[in-house]
């Protein structure tokens, strides 16, 4: 079984900085993916980063240049760097992660973007 914990939502102002950590505990393996997925009120679940174990990482269009994934492997832990935030990027920020063909996903942080 496996768990992941996210900390680090809250509120920030347009323009401001997050960071996002994830940490998973339980039957890891080395050889996996690490993401964030978020979901608005009233819209659909979006991958917005991953990462492979070895480093690889995707973004989504609308967050390139603003966030930055990253991975410690030897903790276990994902990390979102998200800088420049627009009130769009408003959302409940979930951790993923891929884990021998098998998908597990944390409870959710809080971000929340407003003057």
């Known amino acids: 079984q496996v768990q992941l914990v996210e900390s680090g939502g809250g509120l920030v102002q347009p323009g401001g900085s997050l960071r996002l950590s994830c940490a998973a505990s339980?039957?890891?393996?080395?050889?996996?993916?690490m993401g964030w997925y978020r979901q608005a009120p009233g819209k659909e679940r979006e991958l917005v980063a991953y990462?492979?174990?070895?480093?690889?990482?995707s973004y989504l269009d609308s967050v390139k240049g603003r966030f930055t994934i990253a991975r410690d492997n030897a903790k276990n832990t994902v990390y979102l760097q998200m800088n420049s935030l627009k009130p769009e990027d408003a959302a409940v920020y979930y951790c993923?992660?891929?884990?021998?063909?098998?998908?597990?996903w944390g409870r959710g942080t809080q971000v929340t973007v407003s003057s």
């Open positions: 993923y992660l891929l884990n021998a063909g098998r998908s597990s």
């Open positions: 339980g039957s890891i393996f080395s050889l996996n993916g």
């Open positions: 990462i492979t174990s070895v480093g690889t990482t």
